[in-house]
């Protein structure tokens, strides 16, 4: 079953809350081993040291280039890994790579049978059953948009707190719902939503879910969410 810790920024100037959700996956274990998937950055070379450094006393990271690594070679990193890292960046990049290389399928398969996955931004977007939320532009020109789909809901992270932005928002989300029948939660920065199963609860922090044809509904911490 699915196992997802979800956020729409990784901490406060760090990967705190992203260190935060993996490390009871990682502790007491002398083989853990993180597959880190920076797919969604064209620069993601400028945060390697440091993400290796923040998962220092916890695990090995092992970084999949979609690039330069053989199908075999990054199913082999997913399949010794104790968690999957996804971090931020342009959504659409993301699921290009994954698509192109071939290895989205097998990862699909892992996270339904409950290897985790902690990720943010459009780490988080891409859990749900498609990209179409993100904001990012598609200057890769992916034609897929399919998500992982192993969450119902799609996901709109930095959602904004001020009354302006949301209601900028919330018009070009309600738009989604011309064509899609399924809820949007939105994420402010600083929120966290687990997806166990088929329960789906946040944790903490601010966030909200748009629901075809009705108001947008604050969500409450411990709050399971239904569709």
Not at 24 to 29: A, E, M, Q, V
Not at 85 to 104: A, K, P
Not at 156 to 163: G, I, Q, V
């Amino acid at each position: 079953m699915p196992n997802l810790h979800l956020f729409s920024s990784p901490g406060k100037e760090d990967i705190r809350y992203i260190i935060e959700a993996s490390r009871p996956y990682l502790k007491d274990r002398d083989d853990a081993t993180v597959a880190y998937l920076p797919l969604a950055s064209l620069y993601a070379e400028r945060w390697q040291v440091d993400t290796e450094n923040s998962f220092k006393s916890l695990a090995r990271l092992e970084t999949i280039n979609a690039e330069t690594m053989s199908l075999t070679q990054m199913e082999d990193i997913i399949r010794r890994a104790s968690l999957v890292y996804i971090s931020g960046g342009n959504t659409f990049l993301l699921n290009h790579r994954l698509h192109v290389s071939r290895i989205m399928l097998f990862l699909r398969k892992k996270v339904q049978a409950g290897l985790p996955i902690v990720a943010f931004s459009a780490g988080a977007i891409l859990c749900g059953p498609n990209i179409l939320t993100s904001k990012d532009m598609n200057t890769v020109e992916t034609s897929s948009f399919e998500g992982l789909n192993v969450t119902p809901f799609n996901f709109s992270p930095h959602y904004p707190l001020d009354a302006y932005g949301q209601s900028v928002k919330d018009d070009w989300l309600a738009d989604y719902h011309f064509f899609h029948d399924n809820p949007v939660v939105m994420l402010s920065d600083g929120a966290y939503v687990k997806v166990i199963g088929k329960k789906t609860t946040l944790v903490r922090g601010e966030a909200w879910i748009l629901r075809k044809g009705q108001e947008k509904e604050k969500l409450e911490e411990l709050q399971l969410i239904s569709l």
